[in-house]
T-cell receptor
Framework: NAGVTQTPKFQVLKTGQSMTLQCAQD?????MSWYRQDPGMGLRLIHY???????DQGEVPNGYNVSRSTTEDFPLRLLSAAPSQTSVYFC??????????????FGQGTRLTVV | SQQGEEDPQALSIQEGENATMNCSYK?????LQWYRQNSGRGLVHLIL?????REKHSGRLRVTLDTSKKSSSLLITASRAADTASYFC???????????FGEGTQLTVNP
């Protein structure tokens, strides 16, 4: 099992550009989520999904879109990159048991710089 | 806003000593989880404690949960230099389907 795979690992964007961060998991987890982590801070939830075709907003959703067409994939789209979106982005997945979350498995992160 | 708040923000100890980190949260929870993050890496799950549990052990880790005080503690016994990392608590509320993280404690274990 590869677990949770994020691509790319590093990315530099110019202000106004758009891009998609990829996330895939091979554990058949229902729940997937995206977080951003800024220096010296914890993780803030951007968007999450409780299953294919279902997504919802987290704490900091502005400027980001997600979709969940399959159980395995949960891409995060930056619509028009801004310097404030410079951060490390983590994708995570977990099981849901009736319907609460259990342990989350994290990808290795994407370090994004917007200039 | 963050659901969990860790205390202290930073902790520096000698190898062999015990490390205690605390987490407070605001709303009723279904479970509370602790994670570790080595510098520049993803988070790794350490332990999960449910709201009806008071204490849980895993190897050198001991977690307690006091739902009346809305707080939890993580104890690492006989710490090692390899335990140097950031430690985060995260909560799953009784309502909703979010895993919400605190800001973390940076632990440094000096050899």
């Amino acid at each position: 099992n590869a677990g949770v795979t994020q691509t790319p690992k590093f990315q530099v964007l110019k202000t106004g550009q758009s891009m998609t961060l990829q996330c895939a998991q091979d554990m058949n987890h229902e729940y997937m989520s995206w977080y951003r982590q800024d220096p010296g801070m914890g993780l803030r939830l951007i968007h999450y999904s409780v299953g294919a075709g279902i997504t919802d907003q987290g704490e900091v959703p502005n400027g980001y879109n997600v979709s969940r067409s399959t159980t395995e994939d949960f891409p995060l789209r930056l619509l028009s990159a801004a310097p404030s979106q410079t951060s490390v982005y983590f994708c995570a997945s977990s099981y849901r048991t009736s319907p609460r979350l259990t342990e989350a498995f994290f990808g290795q992160g994407t370090r994004l710089t917007v200039v | 806003s963050q659901q969990g708040e860790e205390d202290p923000q930073a902790l520096s100890i000698q190898e062999g000593e015990n490390a205690t980190m605390n987490c407070s949260y605001k709303t009723s929870i279904n479970n509370l989880q602790w994670y570790r993050q080595n510098s520049g890496r993803g988070l790794v799950h350490l332990i999960l404690i449910r709201s009806n549990e008071r204490e849980k052990h895993s190897g050198r880790l001991r977690v307690t949960l006091d739902t009346s005080k809305k707080s939890s503690s993580l104890l690492i016994t006989a710490s090692r230099a390899a335990d140097t990392a950031s430690y985060f608590c995260a909560t799953v509320r009784t309502s909703g389907s979010r895993l919400t993280f605190g800001e973390g404690t940076q632990l440094t274990v000096n050899p």
